[in-house]
């Protein structure tokens, strides 16, 4: 990494919380991270606490950590090496986003960073129980780079990196159906987040790594209708960084800021 991306993480590093203005009310809060490269892929809530996952330690090497804040900001605990599980081959498989159902935290995780050949890109679900974050299954869910799940109409559904699909899966991650999705992806990448409201699909675009790049790719929105995915719109993220995990929750959005460490807290804005 650059050293100009570095010491921007240490100065904002040296803040746990802050609360952040704009002109028309949307961020509402700002949660940076306690350590280094900890915001760095994906976001799950529910009324109580924030979760965090990352690929990176603290020196940027891969290794996969879970960190947890309550909903005020406040840092509670991280569970370092959350999932060391590799692939057929002995390849590093690298945290996703994350989702909060009922009472377990699920993750993705894949060997994308591994460089494995593409033909031999593969993905887990990983799942935990809330709230010791003990590892209590993992499903094979087989190709492709799967950065995000949410659920929605009693299934689980997931979205990928390199693809431009949505599939569906039933409660054991069984496949049940696949859907495109139309619009195209920038050379970051595809999906890093989605989240459902009713029959709405919000997927977030992947963003730059540092500052100095392209702002993010942006939200985009579509309308599911029983047999299609339906292209909307494409909304503009809240901040220069915020081209990770995305989740909703009540009326709040919570946004991973990978270029900032930190965790944007955003009004509801649909």
């Known amino acids: 990494m650059k050293k100009a991306f570095v010491i921007i993480i240490v100065l904002t590093s040296l803040f746990s919380f802050s609360t952040i203005g704009s002109g028309d009310g949307l961020i509402t809060k700002s949660i940076q991270m306690k350590n280094f490269f900890r915001a760095w892929q994906g976001v799950g809530a529910d009324q109580e606490r924030i979760y965090v996952t990352s690929d ?13 804040y309550d909903v005020s900001g406040k840092y509670i605990t991280e569970k370092k090496n959350a999932y060391a599980g590799r692939d057929v081959k002995g390849r590093f498989m690298s945290f996703g986003d994350c989702f909060v159902s009922g009472t377990y935290l699920y993750a993705t995780v894949y060997n994308f960073n591994s460089s494995p050949p593409e033909e031999e890109r593969v993905s887990r679900i ?44 039933n409660s054991n991650f069984e496949y049940q159906a696949s859907y495109a999705l139309s619009e195209q992806f920038g050379g970051e990448g595809g999906y890093q987040g989605i989240f459902f409201k009713d029959n709405e699909l919000y997927g977030n675009l992947h963003g730059s790594n540092k500052y100095g790049e392209k702002y993010t790719q942006g939200l985009d929105h579509y309308q599911f209708d029983g047999t299609s995915f339906n292209f909307i719109e494409r909304l503009k993220a809240p901040t220069y960084g915020a081209g990770q995990g995305v989740e909703l929750i009540g009326d709040k959005l919570y946004w991973v800021d990978r270029p900032g460490n930190r965790i944007i807290v955003t009004n509801d804005f649909f």
């Open 56 to 68: 990176r330690d603290s020196n940027f090497t891969l290794s996969n950590t879970i960190s947890v």
């Open 126 to 169: 990983v799942k935990y129980r809330l709230p010791d974050l003990k590892l209590v299954k993992e499903y094979d869910i087989g190709q492709g780079t799967a950065e995000s799940l949410a659920t929605y109409k009693g299934s689980f559904w997931v979205v990928y990196h390199d693809r431009n699909e949505i599939k569906r899966y």
